[in-house]
């Protein structure tokens, strides 16, 4: 379960006075140095469905603490929890951030051109949906003369054909990304740190953290989004390759 760390001291009223329920008043310490207590937050649970049926609640079985933060862990119950909620949002940065210096960028295909979905038919042939916004910022920064790639595990026709009508380069079905992409950017005389990657799931990871400049999408898998890479308001195959387009060109003039 969601919780968020906890080093208040915690009292109640007994019998006209006050005891505390955490801690021995006479001999404590510094709240700093207590060990820590946890909150839950009540934001997620995870259990099996079998366990749940079977104990009739949540808690069985190994139970666990995922630590949120805790201004991401208010609950809005009264006017004044509202009041600080909003207060806290009005001090989040939106938006992506600079990406001065960027010289190429690179992006998954499933997840981020499209939205991760495939419609397959009869026959077993794969199609997919993509944003035309996408293909337009492709075209701009392509006019600027930015070097694109998409790197893709995926083996599907699609992957290269999406790529040939966008005029980028394509390496689709490789099974480690990582080594694809530093082949690439030695043959185009670019450092990793120079370099914007848009992915959306774990097999992203290893680039994501190879270049200077990691994007991830809106709805990309949760393993990524606890790693704090700069993310995009709108989803893969959304617009979200187009927000992360149109800041490059913004930082280059275009």
């Known amino acids: 379960f969601s919780a968020t760390a906890n080093h208040r001291f ?3 009223r007994a019998e006209g006075s006050a005891i505390g329920v955490n801690h021995d008043h006479r001999t404590r310490l510094r709240r700093q140095d207590r060990e820590a207590e946890f909150a839950e937050t009540g934001a997620f649970y995870v259990m099996s469905t079998a ?4 104990h009739q609640h ?4 190994r139970i666990g603490v995922v630590e949120v933060d805790a201004l991401d862990s208010l609950e809005i119950d009264e006017t004044a929890d509202l009041v600080l909620a909003r207060l806290i949002a009005s001090t989040r940065e939106l938006g992506l951030p600079g990406f001065s210096g960027v010289r190429a960028i690179v992006t998954d295909f499933d997840g981020v051109h499209t939205d991760d979905r495939a419609v397959v038919d009869e026959n077993g042939l794969e199609s997919a949906v993509v944003s035309r916004s996408d293909g337009m910022g492709v075209g701009r920064a392509r006019r600027t003369g930015l070097p694109m790639l998409i790197l893709s595990t995926e083996r599907a026709p ?3 054909r999406r790529a040939e009508k966008l005029g980028v380069d394509c390496i689709s079905g490789c099974d480690d990304k990582v080594p694809e992409l530093e082949r ?3 043959e185009q005389s670019i450092d990793p740190a120079d370099v914007v990657y848009v992915g959306n799931d774990v097999n992203d990871l290893g680039c994501l953290q ?3 400049h990691p994007v991830i999408v809106a709805d990309a898998h949760p393993t990524l989004l606890q790693e704090g890479f700069a993310t995009t308001a709108r989803s893969g195959g959304d617009g979200a390759l187009r927000e992360v387009l149109d800041a ?5 003039g275009g």
């Not at 366990?51 to 079977?54: A, E, R, S, T, Y």
């Not at 490059?248 to 280059?252: A, E, I, K, R, T």
């Open 158 to 160: 699609i992957v290269e």
């Open 58 to 61: 949540r808690f069985f079985g």
């Open 210 to 212: 190879l270049v200077g």
């Open 248 to 252: 490059v060109l913004s930082d280059l």
């Open 51 to 54: 366990g749940f049926v079977k």
């Open 184 to 186: 690439w950017l030695r």
């Open 10 to 12: 915690l009292w109640r």
